[in-house]
């Protein structure tokens, strides 16, 4: 069992430069997310947040107990992640990608005999973008003789997973989705004051989430996606982590599969097996 926090008589003290760049580091090094110097501060409220949790009342204790003993750091691990990664997500994020799905991708992946269709939301936060997905292909399958869609939707975050998983959102937060999609694919909340939403069963069955860092050497995934959403996490890493990780998700999709990329992120420089077909919208070799 390990031994309660030591009291410190600095409760106010800040976050010293030293464990600043051990944090930033160690961030860096297990999730590719750059922590720059003018990201201090933040790092440093969202650590505390942790500290608290844990019972410290001294950020640079916590940062020392999690640096000093190594069975600290692995029971904080998850819970650490958690705290210190940023999650934004929107339904319909970026629609020009959900248009181009629809009336390019999607043709040209159901040209043949029927089957089912593979996606994967490679930085899922809460289920949003994933969602999403699901409407389009339901969309797109339906009345297909033989076609069906599946998604995985994938995640650092054990938080933000635990969300999506459940599938509630608050109201305003559907104001992109098209009333049509709206009526098939969400559920009213049974209290009106509640101003909730949740998705349908018909695509809950079909989505599964689980968690996966982007930094690891593989992924315990399938290899034959045909739709590959990675949008809005490469702008955290630095160029080299950016194809690493690139590359082994290019891995994972099939020939003539496409990869999404966040409006901000590029390939330029990079050597990828894929090429441009839209604005951050790329196809398999």
Request: aromatic fraction near 8%.
């Amino acid at each position: 069992m390990s031994a309660l926090p030591r009291p410190s008589s600095h409760a106010d003290e800040q976050l010293s430069p030293t464990n600043f760049r051990r944090l930033a580091a160690f961030v860096h090094e297990y999730s590719g997310i750059k922590m720059p110097p003018t990201k201090k501060t933040m790092l440093e409220g969202r650590v505390r947040r942790r500290m608290r949790a844990c019972g410290f009342s001294n950020v640079n204790d916590y940062c020392r107990r999690l640096f000093d003993e190594p069975s600290f750091l692995t029971a904080e691990l998850v819970h650490l992640m958690d705290a210190v990664t940023t999650n934004k997500t929107e339904f319909f994020r970026e629609p020009a990608h959900f248009d181009y799905l629809a009336s390019d991708a999607l043709p040209a992946l159901m040209s043949g005999r029927g089957r089912t269709l593979k996606a994967w939301s490679a930085a899922a936060s809460t289920g949003a973008e994933a969602y999403t997905l699901a409407m389009v292909l339901d969309e797109a399958c339906a009345g297909r003789q033989g076609w069906s869609w599946s998604i995985l939707g994938t995640d650092l975050s054990t938080q933000v997973l635990a969300q999506a998983a459940a599938a509630i959102y608050p109201q305003a937060m559907i104001e992109p989705v098209p009333v049509e999609l709206r009526r098939r694919h969400l559920l009213q909340a049974r209290d009106p004051a509640r101003r909730q939403v949740r998705i349908a069963p018909h695509l809950r069955a079909r989505v599964a989430f689980g968690r996966l860092n982007l930094m690891d050497e593989q992924y315990p995934v399938d290899e034959d996606f045909d739709l590959l959403f990675c949008r809005n996490i490469l702008i955290y890493f630095d160029k080299p982590t950016q194809s690493a990780v690139l590359r082994r998700l290019c891995a994972h999709l099939r020939p003539g599969g496409y990869l999404f990329l966040g409006h901000s992120e590029t390939i330029l420089g990079l050597d990828l097996p894929v090429v441009t077909v839209a604005n951050t919208v790329f196809r398999r070799l």
